[in-house]
């Protein structure tokens, strides 16, 4: 740790707070600087689609990471509203929009990324709304509660939360998805029916399998139109485009760091260490190997920032970190809750516990996948204690039986005892 | 103390939590390592029920995200959550288990 005395984050998202607090949480006395293009200390993604969007002006709930005196009491140079304009690996500084050049032992890159900008939605166009910061979900919620109809482009994560919010606040709601099935990419196809039911229980229409024909954005306070392939007509007052993210790697690029050609994140190993030893990057913008997985992958969630954020950390100041937890990730929509462990995979074979009731208040099943016998992706709807109980039978990839797993008469947590010490022998 | 009658014993089982409602506020009594605990039910991060959740190493885990407070001391362990829970004395007698709200 003696010749690092110098610490540099670029990024004032989840995983930047993270790191500094696991710095210091390592003994690291060094300077720690963090700077942040946006206005706002470190805040919790999650909420903007939910909460966030749906609070009155004046009750917004609090989704600060830390507390406010934080970064002060630990000594953290936060500095926010400023753009790190260039990295400098060789030299290794930075240089910051006011002039501001800032040399390192050590940068961690928690860049995060931007909305995918889709041609011909430009973010300028007053109908048009993109989601990643605060203050976008600021400008979308003031334009929800002056809506009678939105349009949703996008049937991902993002895109559902966001009209299942708009639903909520008493909006028409209109969501287009180009592929075949929501959540395509992440879940089985029984799950996407299920969660595609429930949404048209909610009164939100979606058109499936629709490409974009043709779309025209009027004035402001005047209707757009949106043409689908079918020559589906939606007049509506305002347009979601949620179609992903792009991961910011300018800065990485710039400072020759290497990239990963499919997913476009900043590559870096076991230890979030870049190409460059004294670069780190952490969150949204890396792509990474993992046990159990073929390629490199890219996650975008909550826990990923943390994770990599303290394992960075950790290996910054040349401290033994514990590896990183099981992949998990959440949503929370149409009245839902909905928690994966572990990522999908081809071939897996689901089994399913419990009622997927699309229309129920609150619906209760399990989706485990299994290869050979063995878990290695689960969905819980509203059972996340449930999902709990289960995870070390995926983090051992242990045998299950498919048929007692579906046996509601015996509780989860009773069942994942007996496989466990089934498995201790 | 006022001492309210809560549960039985043999009521929640090794490692459960039950959900009790006394004079509207919403409580969990859990059972964990031959102990009893209360505290309050609700996750101080978002609407959730603790006595849905999962109880390890003397913590209770929202079933939501998976927030933990300690059992003992009702004290925010990890994010999301960063506000304690209130937890509450406990006793039992004979078969009886009481709280003292």
């Given at each position: 740790m003696t010749d690092v005395s110098s610490i540099l984050v670029i990024g004032a998202g989840q995983a930047a707070a993270v790191a500094v607090a696991a710095l210091r949480d390592q003994g690291y006395q060094g300077r720690v600087t963090v700077v942040g293009d946006e206005a706002h200390a470190p805040y919790e993604r999650p909420p903007l689609s939910k909460d966030v969007l749906a609070a009155l002006d004046t009750e917004e709930p609090g989704i600060s990471v830390k507390e406010a005196d934080f970064f002060s009491q630990r000594d953290i140079d936060l500095k926010l509203g400023r753009q790190v304009v260039s990295l400098d690996a060789e030299a290794r500084q930075a240089t910051l929009s006011d002039g501001t050049v800032i040399a390192y032992d050590r940068c961690l890159l928690a860049t995060g990324g931007t909305a995918r900008q889709l041609p011909g939605f430009p973010a300028q166009?007053?109908?048009?709304?993109?989601?990643?910061?605060l203050d976008d979900a600021r400008r979308l919620r003031a334009a929800l509660r002056a809506s009678r109809r939105a349009v949703?482009?996008?049937?991902?994560?993002?895109?559902?939360?966001?009209?299942?919010?708009?639903?909520?606040?008493?909006v028409e709601v209109s969501i287009i998805e180009t592929a075949a099935r929501v959540l395509a990419r992440a879940v089985p196809e029984a799950f996407s029916d299920w969660l595609q039911a429930r949404v048209a229980a909610s009164g939100?229409?979606?058109?499936?399998?629709?490409?974009?024909?043709?779309?025209?954005?009027?004035?402001?306070?005047?209707?757009?139109?949106?043409?689908?392939?079918?020559?589906?007509?939606?007049?509506?007052?305002?347009?979601?485009?949620a179609v992903g993210l792009t991961p910011a790697t300018g800065l990485a690029q710039q400072a020759g760091l290497k990239l990963d050609p499919v997913n476009a994140?900043?590559?870096?190993?076991?230890?979030?260490?870049?190409?460059?030893?004294?670069?780190?990057?952490?969150?949204?913008?890396?792509?990474?190997?993992?046990?159990?997985?073929?390629?490199?992958?890219?996650?975008?969630?909550?826990?990923?920032?943390?994770?990599?954020?303290?394992?960075?950390?950790?290996?910054?100041?040349?401290?033994?970190?514990?590896?990183?937890?099981?992949?998990?990730?959440?949503?929370?929509?149409?009245?839902?809750?909905?928690?994966?462990?572990?990522?999908?995979?081809?071939?897996l074979r689901y089994v399913t516990r419990g009622q997927p009731d699309p229309q129920g208040p609150a619906p209760k099943f399990i989706m485990l996948g299994m290869?050979?016998?063995?878990?290695?992706?689960?969905?819980?709807?509203?059972?996340?204690?449930?999902?709990?109980?289960?995870?070390?039978?995926?983090?051992?990839?242990l045998p299950v039986d498919a048929q007692r797993f579906t046996d509601e008469s015996v509780a989860m947590r009773a069942f994942a005892k007996a496989a466990l010490a089934e498995a201790a022998g | 103390m006022n001492w309210i009658k809560i549960a039985q014993v043999g009521q929640v089982d090794e490692d459960e939590s039950l959900a009790v409602d006394i004079d509207g506020k919403k409580l969990a009594l859990h059972f964990t390592q031959g102990e009893y605990f209360v505290s309050d039910n609700v996750c101080t991060h978002q609407y959730a029920l603790l006595s849905d959740g999962y109880i390890e190493d003397g913590c209770v885990e929202?079933?939501?995200?998976?927030?933990?407070?300690?059992?003992?001391?009702?004290?925010?362990?990890?994010?999301?959550?960063?506000?304690?829970?209130?937890?509450?004395?406990?006793?039992?007698?004979?078969?009886?288990?009481?709280?003292?709200?």
């Open positions: 166009s007053p109908q048009v709304h993109y989601l990643r910061t949703v482009i996008g049937g991902g994560f993002l895109g559902l939360e966001v009209a299942s919010t708009a639903r909520r606040m008493g939100a229409r979606l058109y499936l399998g629709q490409a974009i024909a043709q779309a025209s954005l009027g004035e402001a306070g005047q209707p757009a139109r949106i043409i689908l392939a079918d020559g589906t007509t939606l007049d509506t007052d305002m347009i979601v485009v994140g900043i590559q870096v190993d076991a230890q979030c260490r870049s190409s460059d030893p004294f670069v780190y990057a952490a969150g949204d913008c890396t792509s990474q190997l993992r046990d159990g997985y073929p390629g490199p992958l890219r996650l975008e969630s909550w826990q990923n920032a943390n994770e990599q954020a303290r394992i960075a950390a950790c290996a910054m100041v040349g401290a033994p970190a514990e590896p990183a937890a099981y992949p998990w990730f959440w949503t929370d929509q149409f009245d839902c809750n909905v928690q994966m462990l572990g990522l999908p995979q081809p071939d290869r050979d016998g063995r878990p290695c992706h689960a969905l819980a709807v509203n059972a996340g204690g449930d999902l709990r109980a289960l995870r070390p039978l995926l983090e051992r990839a | 929202c079933p939501l995200h998976q927030a933990q407070f300690d059992l003992r001391t009702g004290k925010a362990m990890c994010a999301p959550a960063t506000v304690d829970i209130q937890v509450y004395p406990v006793k039992t007698e004979g078969e009886d288990i009481f709280v003292s709200l």
